[in-house]
T-cell receptor, first 112, second 116 residues
Framework: SQKIEQNSEALNIQEGKTATLTCNYT??????LQWYRQDPGRGPVFLLL?????KEKRKERLKVTFDTTLKQSLFHITASQPADSATYLC???????????FGKGTRLSVIA | NAGVMQNPRHLVRRRGQEARLRCSPM?????VYWYRQLPEEGLKFMVY????????ESGMPKERFSAEFPKEGPSILRIQQVVRGDSAAYFC??????????????FGDGTRLSIL
């Protein structure tokens, strides 16, 4: 069966450290993968998109990797801040004209 | 630039009533998506619409649920004869181009539906 899993439901880290969140998928062939941030009571906000032929994408303190062999994407936040505390969602679109499929999210807490 | 606007933000209905959720996409976006989110669960796709057309309704329950995106006005998600299990947050998203176009989706802040 098809699955998209974010391996940690919750992650606590110290301010200033690097947070690493994992997204694994099974029985999908995604053309690209997206990461979103969701704050309590709000809708998801798009952060980064990485295509299957890209190994890595960066945006300020954020970095995403995409390994189609391991069927995994890693999302890194360097020099984390308490304001980075939120739930982070990965989403993929299988090849072709298909809907976005979301993971359940990882709730990140950055402790000062 | 107004983002995706959803209203109402909170909606309370009694079992058996109808719920109407509205979504105005970002300016210039003609593709609208509806998702449902239950506590501790991920966003689940329900339906994808373009102006006046339903493109993909593979995630929508076959009964009681319907969606439209008329030529003028917001997209509407309609739930008839609501039941307790319909209680959830419903999110709308929009994009300038459709599925398969490598485009991010822009989300509203959702409507939280509570069924008494």
């Amino acid at each position: 069966s098809q699955k998209i899993e974010q391996n940690s439901e919750a992650l606590n880290i110290q301010e200033g450290k690097t947070a690493t969140l994992t997204c694994n998928y099974t029985n999908y062939s995604p053309a690209y993968l997206q990461w979103y941030r969701q704050d309590p009571g709000r809708g998801p906000v798009f952060l980064l998109l990485i295509r299957e032929n890209e190994k890595e994408k960066r945006k300020e303190r954020l970095k995403v990797t995409f390994d189609t062999t391991l069927k995994q994407s890693l999302f890194h936040i360097t020099a984390s801040q308490p304001a980075d505390s939120a739930t982070y969602l990965c989403a993929l679109e299988n090849s072709g004209n298909t809907p976005l499929v979301f993971g359940k999210g990882t709730r990140l807490s950055v402790i000062a | 630039n107004a983002g995706v606007m959803q209203n109402p933000r909170h909606l309370v209905r009694r079992r058996g009533q109808e719920a109407r959720l509205r979504c105005s996409p970002m300016k210039g976006h003609s593709h609208v998506y509806w998702y449902r989110q239950l506590p501790e669960e991920g966003l689940k796709f329900m339906v994808y619409l373009q102006k006046e057309n339903i493109i993909d309704e593979s995630g929508m329950p076959k009964e009681r649920f319907s969606a439209e995106f008329p030529k003028e006005g917001p997209s509407i998600l309609r739930i008839q004869q609501v039941v307790r299990g319909d209680s959830a947050a419903y999110f709308c998203a929009s994009s300038p181009t459709g599925q398969g176009a490598n485009q991010p989706q822009h989300f509203g802040d959702g409507t939280r539906l509570s069924i008494l």
